[in-house]
């Protein structure tokens, strides 16, 4: 084993020329008044990695151009459709209508583990919610699951963008892998 160098691993990325045509992964994303400008953009960057079909950026939820977000999303600002609302409830009930199953990463009476998602939820719409207050409740009220990282410490959550990283990327594998053979389908 040896790690690969810069030029292989650009050679295994798509481009941004021919990610615009891409088969993207059946998920939206709602940030609902995420206020940090890095998780924002490391949210743009794991977006990117997933290769989402779009976010949407509501409410107070910073939005590019900016430097800040930029810093952290290394270029996937270009990569990653996304629009600004100033209030969730407007895409997420325009993707509800479509089809989409809302599911929110919140502690509520009724959420499960995030691996419970199964491939009959797709398409679907993950919202994420802000660093201290979560979702907010208007955003639940249209909510048809929740799910929750379990945590096994004293905190309760993980940072924002770090838990939208695991389960974007448990969505990933529910959508794209097939249990038994867990190569891209």
């Keep these: 084993m040896r790690k690969l160098t810069h030029d292989e691993v650009a050679q295994r990325r798509q481009h941004l020329t021919t990610v615009v045509t891409a088969t993207r992964l059946p998920v939206s994303v709602v940030l609902d008044n995420v206020r940090s400008l890095y998780n924002v953009g490391s949210i743009f960057r794991t977006s990117d990695g997933a290769l989402i079909e ?31 609302h100033p209030d969730a409830r407007d895409p ?61 410490g004293i905190k309760h959550s993980l940072n924002v963008a770090v838990a939208y990283g695991i389960a974007l990327f448990e969505l990933v594998k529910t959508y794209r ?9």
Aim: aromatic share 8%.
């Design 54 to 84: 779009k976010l949407h950026l509501c409410g107070f939820t910073p939005y590019p151009p900016r430097r800040e977000i930029e810093k952290t999303a290394l270029g996937a600002t270009q990569s990653v459709p996304w629009e600004y």
């Design 92 to 152: 997420l009930l325009k993707l509800k209508r479509s089809g989409a199953r809302i599911c929110v990463l919140e502690l509520t009476t009724e959420s499960v583990p995030y691996y419970e998602v199964k491939k009959e939820d797709f398409p679907l719409c993950l919202v994420i919610g802000n660093e201290l207050t979560g979702i907010s409740r208007g955003s639940i009220d249209l909510a048809d699951l929740a799910i929750e990282i379990p945590m096994f």
């Design 177 to 185: 892998c097939d249990n038994s053979n867990p190569q891209r389908s």
